[in-house]
């Protein structure tokens, strides 16, 4: 069975970071796939899909926000003031 993440091996991993960091707390966010669109440098506009996720370990566990699928997206439009 293979897993179709898009093009996702194709966006550096500063990118899913600085993605990540836009998504609300992880410990407190609702259950359910959420997107961002970013420009990741040479792979232009794209739109990344993170997961949460859970690691335990004895009786600590830790959460921490997945990307497990990118495609490419339009450039956001820019609201006229």
Same mark, same amino acid.
């Given at each position: 069975m293979?897993?179709?993440?898009?093009?996702?091996?194709? &966006?550096?991993g500063g990118y899913c970071a600085a993605a990540s960091a836009t998504l609300p707390p992880v410990e407190t966010a609702v259950d359910r796939p959420h997107d &961002? &669109?970013?420009e990741a440098g040479h792979v232009g506009w794209v739109r990344i899909y993170f997961r949460r996720m859970r690691v335990r370990h004895h009786k600590h566990s830790h959460w921490f926000w997945h990307p497990y699928r990118a495609e490419p997206a339009d450039a956001p439009t820019q609201q006229a003031s």
């Amino acid at each position: 069975m293979t897993q179709d993440n898009g093009i996702l091996r194709r &966006v550096p991993g500063g990118y899913c970071a600085a993605a990540s960091a836009t998504l609300p707390p992880v410990e407190t966010a609702v259950d359910r796939p959420h997107d &961002v &669109v970013i420009e990741a440098g040479h792979v232009g506009w794209v739109r990344i899909y993170f997961r949460r996720m859970r690691v335990r370990h004895h009786k600590h566990s830790h959460w921490f926000w997945h990307p497990y699928r990118a495609e490419p997206a339009d450039a956001p439009t820019q609201q006229a003031s």
